[in-house]
């Protein structure tokens, strides 16, 4: 043990014992999970979420999130593992809290952490001696010492010695099933020594690997520099297929060949642009944190530009085969394939299909879509069904491929006579690609 706290000591032991008590706020798609593994793993979890519509359906075993089956919940529930509630007071019970809450950027482009505000006054309530709080939710570098280590100490409380805090970035990719929530391994980043030992203790009785480091400002740099790897790749294979697109030249051909390699070149590859809540958001935080700091994050900057243009170039291409086919957007019925922001799933956050439909309806197209993970499309003045794949190309003058579910008839898509744009690549023997 690094520390004579007696508080850590008394924590150290209810772990060991299993009989710490863990709350997770926030259900959704880090949360639900984490909580799934740690009640597997034999540790009382209480779920809070201020959704009670969620939170009811959980308490019938019910899941509402994919990557966790109801067969799977169900059990738990079942046997008292985990339960869930909106009631915050369930926090002066739990030895742990882990803050799973979203971490969305305002319309500005600013990072918007009020959920971690909200979360943390909840936890400042209720905290008490021995309590460690381990905070998931995505955000800039030195939210945790800055932010949430004050709001708990104005408790009468000291981090590190009463109460322990770390940072441990979430690493959850909706859909996989190689590496999940157990077998990812967990970096933990405490503001004390005696911070991180409680966290990993804690962590370590549902994760097989924790790596801790230094500090919560590395482990939220960590999550960072994952992202934004990602995101300024992604970005250079997307600008790849632009100049690809000037030189005459097919870009996955040349992705292809240079993945043959077996060192020195890691594949990415271009498509309709980014998805999901973390490539398209993350790097954000990094980028603003750093202007704070009279510093420009360059590659960010570049390669959100890139990034953000290529629901636009997708239209364009859409436009110029219609016109290469004697017709014009306006007026013809256009069939978006795929709506989800990856395949095999129905999460449809920052999913560059919006923009697509959006783009498309702004030029006058008639639109409809296909998906069969998701089966409505409300957003922003879209309330859309979604049609049967049959139907839609029999209907439709041209067909966008946006994402590629592995459950999609694509003989169908290469087989119908509309105009074929693929942002994807997976028809590369279609009679026609824009």
């Known amino acids: 043990m690094t520390s004579d706290s007696p508080a850590l000591a008394s924590l150290l032991d209810r772990i060991e014992g299993n009989t710490a008590r863990l709350s997770i706020i926030g259900l959704g798609y880090v949360g639900l999970p984490l909580a799934v593994v740690f009640a597997e793993a034999g540790v009382q979890v209480v779920g809070i979420d201020v959704n009670a519509d969620v939170v009811d359906g959980l308490n019938r075993g019910e899941s509402h999130i994919e990557d966790i089956p109801t067969e799977r919940l169900a059990p738990l529930v079942e046997s008292g593992l985990f339960t869930a509630t909106t009631d915050f007071g369930v926090l002066a019970g739990c030895d742990g809290v882990s803050i799973c809450v979203p971490t969305p950027l305002r319309k500005t482009g600013d990072p918007d952490i009020s959920y971690i505000l909200a979360a943390t006054d909840a936890i400042k309530a209720h905290v008490h001696p021995g309590m460690v709080v381990v905070l998931e939710s995505t955000t800039y570098p030195g939210t945790t010492r800055e932010i949430i280590q004050p709001a708990l100490e104005e408790s009468g409380l000291t981090v590190g010695e009463d109460l322990f805090l770390c940072f441990s970035p979430e690493r959850v990719d909706p859909g996989r099933e190689d590496w999940t929530t157990v077998n990812t391994p967990k970096v933990m980043g405490g503001v004390t020594p005696a911070c991180v030992e409680a966290g990993t203790a804690l962590y370590g009785t549902a994760i097989e690997t924790l790596v801790p480091v230094s500090s919560p400002e590395a482990a939220e740099m960590v999550k960072l520099l994952e992202n934004t790897f990602r995101a300024v790749n992604i970005g250079l294979a997307n600008e790849l297929l632009l100049m690809c697109d000037k030189l005459g030249l097919d870009a996955w051909e040349v992705i292809d060949a240079a993945g043959t390699k077996p060192f020195g070149f890691m594949r990415f590859t271009p498509g309709p642009g980014l998805g999901g809540h973390c490539i398209p958001i993350d790097p954000h935080y990094l980028s603003w944190k750093l202007k704070s700091l009279n510093y420009t994050a360059r590659f960010i900057e570049l390669a959100s530009e890139v990034n953000t243009a290529m629901p636009a170039y997708w239209v364009q291409k859409t436009q110029d085969a219609l016109?290469?086919?004697?017709?014009?957007?306006?007026?013809?019925?256009?069939?978006?394939?795929?709506?989800?922001?990856?395949?095999?799933?129905?999460?449809?956050?920052?999913?560059?299909?919006?923009?697509?439909?959006?783009?498309?309806?702004?030029?006058?197209?008639?639109?409809?879509?296909?998906?069969?993970?998701?089966?409505?499309?409300?957003?922003?003045?879209?309330?859309?069904?979604?049609?049967?794949?049959?139907?839609?190309?029999?209907?439709?003058?041209?067909?966008?491929?946006?994402?590629?579910?592995?459950?999609?008839?694509?003989?169908?898509?290469?087989?119908?006579?509309?105009?074929?744009?693929?942002?994807?690549?997976?028809?590369?023997?279609?009679?026609?690609?824009?």
């Open 323 to 434: 016109n290469d086919a004697g017709k014009p957007v306006k007026g013809s019925r256009i069939l978006v394939v795929g709506a989800a922001y990856k395949k095999d799933i129905s999460d449809m956050r920052e999913s560059p299909a919006l923009d697509i439909l959006a783009l498309l309806q702004e030029k006058g197209a008639d639109v409809l879509y296909h998906d069969p993970h998701v089966p409505s499309l409300e957003h922003e003045g879209f309330d859309l069904r979604s049609t049967d794949l049959a139907d839609g190309l029999r209907q439709s003058d041209a067909v966008v491929v946006v994402t590629d579910h592995s459950d999609l008839d694509w003989d169908a898509v290469a087989g119908s006579d509309a105009v074929l744009v693929d942002t994807r690549a997976v028809l590369r023997s279609a009679p026609v690609r824009a």
